[in-house]
């Protein structure tokens, strides 16, 4: 896999990404899509199965690209996986194939990017039974502080929603997060990551040379016992 240099921005989670100078991107490729990771500069990958992108039907050949593409050394990451109870298949199908992600994990020693809507309680039950060795990182989130401190206190990283964190309410969540737990990213909306370091660094009260050190440090964190 490809790492940031330090000094530049890292957009955790992104999709349709471009690779730009002084910006580090993970793309995410979703199975459904059909899209292959290639070793680009300034990217890496995940590589996983969507909720929203899964039913009965297609489950079987979605876990074989899945299990195809963890190989690959440019997937960094397996996932977006997760749990959606707004959309998607059923909750069991949701459960089986987030195992089965879990599992491919596991056997290639790479971590996970989560998404999880209104399914708290699901994710949290998930990794008291799986006790996952690679990290989880939560992405689009934008709950409450209580459920990122018991998210941060299991382990998991949080990549705050891109659209809440703009906002000057997101301010007790981002100061809740301890700084080396976090990530920040633009989802694919076409937003400009800086602008998303200017907003986080005044929030916080620190220089975005600094926040940009704590990204790279936590990326390297996040990524440490990667083959
Ligand atoms: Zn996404």
Redesign the pocket.
């Known amino acids: 896999m490809n790492f940031p240099e330090p000094g530049d921005y890292i957009d955790i989670?992104?999709?349709g990404a471009n690779a730009v100078p002084g910006i580090f991107t993970i793309e995410?490729l979703?199975a459904h899509e059909n899209r292959e990771p290639e070793n680009i500069k300034g990217l890496t990958y995940s590589f996983g199965i969507?909720p929203w992108h899964l039913d009965e039907n297609s489950h079987d050949h979605l876990i074989s690209c899945v299990i195809i593409n963890a190989v690959n050394p440019d997937v960094a990451l397996i996932g977006?996986a997760g749990f959606d109870r707004i959309k998607g298949p059923s909750l069991e199908l949701q459960r089986k194939t987030f195992e089965e992600q879990v599992k491919i994990a596991k056997e290639h020693k790479k971590p996970m990017?989560i998404?999880c809507v209104r399914a708290w309680d699901d994710l949290l039950q998930e990794h008291k039974k799986l006790k996952p060795q690679m990290p989880w990182l939560v992405?689009?989130f934008r709950g409450k502080p209580d459920l990122a401190q018991q998210l941060v206190s299991k382990g998991m990283y949080i990549s705050f929603w891109f659209d809440f964190v703009m906002k000057p309410e997101a301010i007790p969540l981002l100061k809740s997060v301890p700084k080396e737990r976090f990530f920040l990213?633009t989802?694919?909306a076409g937003i400009n990551i800086m602008d998303i370091y200017n907003k986080v660094s005044d929030d916080l009260d620190i220089s975005v040379e600094e926040l940009k050190r704590t990204m790279f440090l936590n990326f390297n964190q996040f990524f440490k016992g990667i083959p």
């Open positions: 989670h992104n999709h995410t979703m969507h977006e990017v998404h992405h689009g990213e989802d694919g």
